[in-house]
């Protein structure tokens, strides 16, 4: 994948994109307001507007047991999950294959009313991180999701709208092995997920109605995907 012409926009978001994740919602800037909170996920959002358009980044932080980062991150990145967890998802088509942890999609999502349809491409990187931290800790897993061009697809074209998006998730596996030396289950798993989101919805949509969508579809997205990969993986074994 070194050679390929993406290849150096992926390095540099992805190391963007990774740094801004591990930063604390203090170290992140100012006015972020936490939005939503359920259990151990909250959600934090600031107020953003390009050319009048609202792009609210959003940055969500979770904690789930019994599943590791590797599960989160797998599920999150192969499309052949993706129908099951993606509600809004109407046609995801796989453009090209970079490689075996850079895949370049097509998506059209359902209508939302009164939106109208939307569309996205952008190229998904999986990556596995040393942690730095915690040298003998389990690795951090990633996946970052950006929008690109494409020749055979431009934006705008069909009845679509383009939206165009930057998604970082980034999970960190917690291991709190049995005192009595019996082997590691479930149980002695956790993953501290965080994902951060920015996504421009294109063409016009009134803000409000926007941020409506934004505060009601997020947290039930975070909610239904980690709920999908614990049940996906409750009985297999562990993906560290
Ligand atoms: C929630 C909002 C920001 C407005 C939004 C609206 C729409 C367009 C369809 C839609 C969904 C919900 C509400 C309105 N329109 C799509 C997305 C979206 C698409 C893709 C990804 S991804 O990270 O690539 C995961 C793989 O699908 C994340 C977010 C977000």
Same mark, same amino acid.
């Given at each position: 994948a070194s050679q390929h012409r993406l290849w150096p926009e992926i390095e540099k978001t992805v190391k963007q994109q990774v740094a801004m994740a591990r930063m604390g919602i203090g170290e992140? &800037?100012? &006015?972020?307001?936490?939005f939503a909170e359920d259990g151990e996920m909250k959600m934090y959002r600031r107020e953003e507007e390009i050319d009048g358009m609202v792009v609210d980044p959003l940055k969500a932080v979770h904690v789930v047991k019994g599943i590791t980062g590797h599960e989160v991150c797998h599920h999150f990145f192969s499309p052949q999950y993706r129908y099951d967890w993606e509600t809004t998802l109407e046609q995801m088509t796989v453009l090209e294959t970079i490689s075996d942890d850079t895949l370049l999609f097509l998506q059209t999502h359902k209508r939302i009313w009164p939106a109208s349809q939307r569309d996205v491409v952008f190229w998904s990187h999986i990556r596995k991180l040393p942690n730095d931290q915690d040298r003998d800790g389990p690795d951090i897993w990633t996946v970052v999701n950006n929008s690109t061009g494409h020749p055979d697809h431009p934006a705008n074209v069909g009845k679509c709208v383009r939206i165009f998006l930057t998604v970082c998730l980034l999970c960190q596996t917690r291991v709190n092995p049995p005192k009595d030396g019996t082997p590691l289950s479930r149980e002695n798993v956790s993953c501290k997920i965080t994902y951060c989101s920015v996504v421009n919805p294109g063409g016009w949509a009134p803000a409000s109605v926007l941020r409506a969508v934004y505060k009601r579809e997020y947290p039930k997205f975070l909610k239904r995907f980690t709920a999908y990969v614990t049940n996906q993986t409750k009985n297999k074994p562990i993906m560290f």
């Open positions: 992140c &800037g100012s &006015g972020w307001q936490l």
